[in-house]
């Protein structure tokens, strides 16, 4: 296609087309879980549920990657930039690539079968324990119940999922060499449904991101484990977890036990928020103390363990919330306020000026502690893995709350209901200028330390041992 000289206001536009109304007029299936909507669709390799959208943007959590409407249709449909940008403005009329899911799965699916096994597990169970640690007592568990063994071409270990009535359905390889790059993948017509686990008859089930997590923990708690169930989704999408509460009614508690780290926490996050969607409220998050479950079982042999990465985006987000002061709320002031704020740019100053609204037309009689409420309420309703869209998106989702939040606050009469709904409003205009605000930050390149202000900072310390404070 030959090039086309778009304007930034055509790709602004473009890039924040709303993907879930989008894909519906396509024909494509939605599901909603929580505040997303999942996409499923089917090709020659099963059923695909990974991926999550909201609004313009979209993250799959399967292969980690997501972006706004332009990536979108470039990575989903296969399109070149120039059509993907013409197809979202409706200037491109042509027949997309992918069909509908009905179309899709008129075509045959791949046949799911098991990798050849091994005649003996020799690679698999040393690398288990020896190199991960896992007892040897769990990996025989597994092994006798045909779940894990070790494929005879390449020596890799497969996990084994199996359906309600114990016929293998999915299986995930993972080589077992120490040297190069970790190879890892799911056999070609797994169904996605089920994954590699185990089921007790207590009321409780552990989800885990991998099957070594899984092995990891079951070796760091192994009193009485077999009675709890447990599996591990191969990623952080919930298929396979949600077909094991609803096929096994008696598990009622879900401890999710993902990584210790960005993805993990927001997997974690995300997968609570589908459960209490679909009625499951006995859901609780329990993470590890280093990067993983087997990074701590390391660590208790006294290996080198990775260390948790903290979300830089939540703590960003949640040190602007907690810097918000209250400014008393002027109505006939409020409106020439926010627009000043929001005409230089000053995020900070929009979204104080837009809670302190927010809390006076709630009507509470401490408008200050209401303000201080609703600062919690921020902190409480983040989500981290529904806050992955770009800066241009971000802004251009705060201009149109922005229009609705003056467009209400201007209206001369109000009865209570309209009161809360100004509110409503006010509240997220101020979460998205807290959500600009914080993207912007992490746009900011991260300063590395001199190696003179490193010696000076070693200096103060030493400094500071020597008068007793350390």
């Known amino acids: 296609m030959a090039y086309i000289p778009f304007t930034n206001e055509q790709l602004i536009r473009a890039?924040?087309?709303?993907?879930?109304?989008?894909l519906r007029l396509k024909g494509e299936k939605l599901e909603k879980c929580g505040k997303e909507h999942k996409l499923v669709y089917t090709d020659s390799y099963g059923k695909h549920d990974s991926i999550m959208i909201h609004g313009s943007t979209w993250f799959d959590h399967k292969n980690q990657v997501g972006g706004g409407a332009i990536k979108f249709m470039q990575q989903f449909y296969g399109l070149p930039f120039p059509q993907a940008v013409l197809t979202l403005l409706g200037k491109d009329c042509?027949?997309?690539?992918?069909?509908s899911s009905d179309d899709i799965a008129e075509k045959e699916k791949a046949k799911f079968s098991l990798p050849p096994e091994n005649r003996t597990m020799y690679r698999v169970f040393a690398y288990l324990t020896k190199q991960r640690f896992i007892a040897g007592s769990v990996v025989s568990h597994f092994a006798h119940a045909h779940t894990l063994y070790?494929?005879?071409?390449?020596?890799n270990a497969v996990f084994v999922g199996l359906d309600e009535t114990g016929v293998p359905k999915q299986a995930s390889r993972r080589s077992t060499s120490t040297y190069g790059k970790t190879f890892k993948n799911t056999v070609e017509g797994s169904d996605t449904k089920y994954s590699f686990a185990h089921f007790g008859e207590s009321d409780k089930l552990f989800v885990f991101e991998a099957p070594i997590d899984m092995l990891s923990v079951i070796s760091l708690y192994p009193n009485e484990w077999q009675k709890h169930s447990y599996i591990a989704l191969n990623g952080v999408y919930e298929h396979a977890l949600v077909q094991a509460l609803k096929s096994r009614k008696q598990l009622k508690q879900v401890v999710l036990c993902l990584d210790n780290d960005e993805g993990g926490r927001d997997g974690a996050e995300r997968l609570r928020d589908i459960l209490h969607d679909k009625g499951y409220d006995r859901v609780s998050i329990l993470s590890p103390c280093h990067?993983?479950?087997?990074?701590?079982l390391r660590a208790l042999n006294g290996q080198p363990a990775l260390p948790g990465t903290p979300s830089r985006r939540k703590q960003v987000y949640f040190d602007k919330v907690r810097q918000m002061q209250y400014l008393n709320c002027r109505t006939d002031k409020l409106t020439s306020q926010l627009k000043y704020a929001y005409k230089n740019a000053?995020?900070?100053?929009?979204a104080e000026y837009a809670l302190a609204g927010s809390a006076y037309f709630m009507r509470v009689k401490d408008e200050k502690s209401g303000f201080v409420a609703l600062q919690n309420r921020l902190i409480?309703?983040?989500r981290g893995y529904s806050d992955k869209?770009?800066?241009?998106v971000k802004l251009h989702e705060l201009s149109q709350r922005f229009k609705l939040a003056i467009s209400d606050v201007q209206r001369p009469g109000r009865i209570e209901e309209q009161s809360i709904e100004t509110a409503k409003k006010l509240y997220d205009l101020a979460d998205q200028a807290l959500r600009v605000s914080t993207e912007m930050e992490l746009m900011q390149p991260v300063q590395e330390l001199t190696e003179t202000e490193e010696e000076e900072l070693d200096e103060d310390e030493d400094l500071g041992m020597s008068m007793g404070y350390g």
């Open 15 to 22: 890039n924040t087309v709303d993907l879930v109304e989008f």
């Open 94 to 99: 042509e027949q997309l690539t992918h069909k």
């Open 150 to 155: 070790e494929d005879a071409q390449h020596h």
């Open 291 to 296: 990067k993983d479950w087997n990074e701590d």
């Open 346 to 350: 000053q995020y900070r100053y929009l």
């Open 380 to 382: 409480k309703s983040y």
């Open 389 to 392: 869209g770009k800066l241009a």
